[in-house]
């Protein structure tokens, strides 16, 4: 059975940093792309940031400069560094994986707050 357990989130200043981990309990190779959604208090689930199994990125324009995907193939393991946070960037945030199967795969997210 396929799952994603995301780590990482907590309660960071505005201009901290925190890397969200999201860890596969299969290889990362079973997933065409794996990569960060979020949603806020009242609004919809939205795609932060998506990496392919080619390497390719892909970032919300909110988080660009800001946020960075990465694979640790070893570790089965995707991570999303999280620079310069806003309040705006206070969400859950899930972790997604999408197999060559085509199912889709959700972890059960994590919160991330921004305040002071």
């Known amino acids: 059975q396929v799952q994603l357990v995301e780590s990482g989130g907590g309660l960071v200043q505005p201009g901290g940093s925190l890397r969200l981990s999201c860890a596969a309990s299969?290889?990362?190779?079973?997933?065409?792309?794996m990569g960060w959604y979020r949603q806020a208090p009242g609004k919809e689930r939205e795609l932060v940031a998506l990496?392919?199994?080619?390497?390719?990125?892909n970032y919300a324009d909110s988080v660009k400069g800001r946020f960075t995907i990465s694979k640790d193939v070893a570790e089965n393991t995707v991570y999303m560094q999280m620079n310069s946070l806003k309040p705006e960037d206070t969400a859950v945030y899930y972790c997604?994986?999408?197999?060559?199967?085509?199912?889709?795969?959700w972890g059960q997210g994590t919160q991330v707050t921004v305040s002071s």
């Open positions: 299969v290889s990362i190779f079973t997933f065409n792309s």
């Open positions: 990496l392919t199994s080619g390497g390719n990125t």
């Open positions: 997604n994986g999408r197999a060559y199967t085509s199912n889709i795969y």
